[in-house]
């Protein structure tokens, strides 16, 4: 005997989920998973990262240099962040600014470090990123007992002045080719750094000429395994002030080793900045995100920027000038790099300016319009209804007109109206018509037609 359901009975049914239920539970869902996919293609685009978006090599120096270590530094930061900084050693300073202007097909090699004082002409489609903060030294390297100490003493030396292409060998024979130091007759060779510390103290060349922070340990060790000496020059400032990017520094005594002091006494010598170089395959992004990269690996490189004066012609970086005066990347730059790229910010707020002025001047035409439409409909239905209902808009009889006259005068209101429809329909469809605003047309349409239809039952 089957069981009935009591009706009276207070016992709680169960009851499937309804159709309406289930739908939106799908919809909930599929809004849940598009937001997902939505929000994983935006972290793909690299927008809460400073260097994710940060694709480029960077040109240093000799493996072995302090330029090659700051850039492994660089690109383990930009590792960690997800970009991809690829560190490229090469002959030194003049190299990597021809590289640089080669600007090869591929777009990859975009900064470089460079030795200041280097020519590169205005033309070259290179820009200026800024300095490194801490200079360089140049050293003349010499056997203990046999340094010299005027510039005198360099008359028919012989000098290792590094590999060719590199800035410490620009920067020497610029140096001896001063009209003072070039009846002297010194001989450059050009040998790896190494190499040319080995000569020295072997006696077949007098010095070796480096350009390098005084902390490199590459430097210590070699003048500490040849038993070198740091050459320091009578009137040194003399030659200095001639160069405007050079200046003096002061190399401390026991330096280098403590038990046999190296320098024996405090020595001064010329020091040089680093600039930091790019071309035009760096796109804003990539700029700032290096830029942001020297900024946290070196604390000095914000105080130290914008350079003062330089030794060469380049113009400072749109992109750097902005750096250095917020201190960070802003916000357009940090979330939306593949914009920037495109246009500057300022651009796209001009942009945004340009198109809202724009859409509000199509929208004040399009009432504009709209306000002609509806005047002119204005006055063809009251001369309508004086021929229609013989009364003026005053409420005053209008004296009865012959048949003929009616019907020639009612007419050309008709054509008039219908002219004016025509019109109205064009203009719904327009360029200039908001969207929106396509219901003021077809109401104004509405009322014509009516009026068209009022004419003509009397015509």
Same mark, same amino acid.
């Given at each position: 005997?089957?069981?009935?359901?009591?009706p009276l009975s207070t016992e709680p049914l169960a009851t499937k989920p309804s159709f309406w239920q289930r739908r939106g539970l799908i919809r909930a869902l599929v809004i849940l998973g598009i937001s997902s996919a939505v929000a994983a293609f935006v972290s793909t685009l690299g927008l809460?990262?400073?260097?994710?978006?940060?694709?480029?090599?960077?040109?240093?120096?000799?493996?072995? !240099?302090?330029?090659?270590?700051?850039?492994?530094?660089?690109?383990?930061?930009?590792?960690?962040?997800?970009?991809?900084?690829?560190?490229?050693?090469?002959? !030194?300073?003049?190299?990597?600014?021809?590289?640089?202007?080669?600007?090869?097909?591929?777009?990859?090699?975009?900064?470089?470090?460079?030795?200041?004082?280097?020519?590169?002409?205005?033309?070259?489609?290179?820009?200026?990123?800024?300095?490194?903060?801490?200079?360089?030294?140049?050293?003349?390297?010499?056997?203990?007992?046999?340094?010299?100490?005027?510039?005198? @003493?360099?008359? @028919?030396?012989?000098?290792?002045?590094?590999?060719?292409?590199?800035?410490?060998?620009?920067?020497? %024979?610029?140096?001896?080719?001063?009209?003072?130091?070039?009846?002297?007759?010194?001989?450059?060779?050009?040998?790896?750094?190494?190499?040319?510390?080995?000569?020295?103290?072997?006696?077949?060349?007098?010095?070796?000429?480096?350009?390098?922070?005084?902390?490199?340990?590459?430097?210590?060790?070699?003048?500490?395994?040849?038993?070198?000496?740091?050459?320091?020059?009578?009137?040194?400032?003399?030659?200095?002030?001639?160069?405007?990017?050079?200046?003096?520094?002061?190399?401390?005594?026991?330096?280098? @080793?403590?038990?046999?002091?190296?320098?024996?006494?405090?020595?001064?010598?010329?020091?040089?900045?680093?600039l930091v170089l790019t071309n035009a395959c760096a796109k804003r992004a990539d700029r700032l995100a290096f830029l942001a990269l020297l900024s946290a690996a070196l604390p000095g490189f914000l105080r130290a920027n914008p350079p003062s004066s330089t030794g060469t012609s380049l113009p400072?970086?749109?992109?750097?000038?902005?750096?250095?005066?917020? !201190?960070?990347?802003?916000?357009?730059? %940090?979330?939306?790099?593949?914009?920037?790229?495109?246009?500057?910010?300022?651009?796209?707020?001009?942009?945004?300016?340009?198109?809202?002025?724009?859409?509000? !001047?199509?929208?004040?035409?399009?009432?504009?319009?709209?306000?002609?439409?509806?005047?002119?409909?204005?006055?063809?239905?009251?001369?309508?209804?004086?021929?229609?209902?013989?009364?003026? @808009?005053?409420?005053?009889?209008?004296?009865?007109?012959?048949?003929?006259?009616?019907?020639?005068?009612?007419?050309?209101?008709?054509?008039q109206l219908q002219n004016l429809r025509s019109r109205c329909h064009r203009q719904v469809s327009s360029f200039v018509t908001p969207m929106g605003d396509e219901m003021f047309y077809r109401y104004q349409q509405s009322l014509i037609d009516k009026a068209i239809a009022d004419l003509q039952?009397?015509?």
């Open positions: 005997m089957s069981r009935r359901a009591d809460t990262r400073d260097y994710g978006y940060l694709h480029a090599s960077l040109l240093t120096g000799a493996s072995d !240099g302090a330029y090659y270590a700051l850039g492994s530094d660089l690109s383990k930061r930009a590792k960690q962040d997800r970009g991809e900084l690829d560190v490229v050693a090469t002959e !030194g300073s003049v190299d990597n600014v021809n590289r640089l202007i080669k600007n090869p097909a591929d777009c990859v090699e975009k900064f470089a470090f460079v030795q200041d004082g280097i020519p590169v002409k205005a033309d070259s489609g290179l820009e200026l990123l800024g300095r490194l903060p801490e200079p360089e030294s140049l050293l003349l390297l010499g056997r203990r007992d046999h340094t010299p100490k005027t510039f005198s @003493d360099l008359r @028919d030396a012989a000098i290792g002045i590094g590999p060719a292409g590199s800035g410490t060998a620009y920067l020497m %024979r610029q140096l001896l080719a001063d009209p003072d130091m070039a009846g002297l007759n010194v001989r450059t060779t050009n040998y790896a750094l190494d190499e040319q510390a080995r000569l020295v103290a072997e006696g077949r060349i007098d010095l070796a000429a480096i350009v390098i922070r005084d902390d490199a340990e590459f430097l210590r060790n070699i003048v500490r395994k040849y038993d070198l000496e740091v050459a320091e020059f009578q009137n040194l400032a003399g030659l200095i002030s001639r160069y405007p990017w050079l200046s003096i520094g002061r190399i401390t005594a026991g330096r280098f @080793d403590l038990l046999h002091p190296t320098p024996a006494t405090d020595r001064l010598v010329p020091q040089i900045n680093t400072l970086a749109v992109e750097a000038r902005q750096f250095f005066h917020s !201190g960070e990347i802003q916000f357009a730059d %940090r979330y939306f790099p593949w914009a920037v790229n495109l246009m500057s910010p300022v651009y796209w707020v001009y942009l945004a300016m340009a198109a809202t002025a724009l859409f509000n !001047g199509l929208r004040a035409f399009s009432r504009f319009r709209l306000w002609r439409i509806d005047t002119t409909r204005e006055r063809l239905t009251s001369a309508a209804r004086q021929w229609t209902d013989g009364k003026t @808009d005053d409420g005053s009889s209008t004296p009865p007109s012959t048949p003929k006259s009616f019907d020639a005068h009612a007419a050309d209101i008709l054509q039952a009397h015509l």
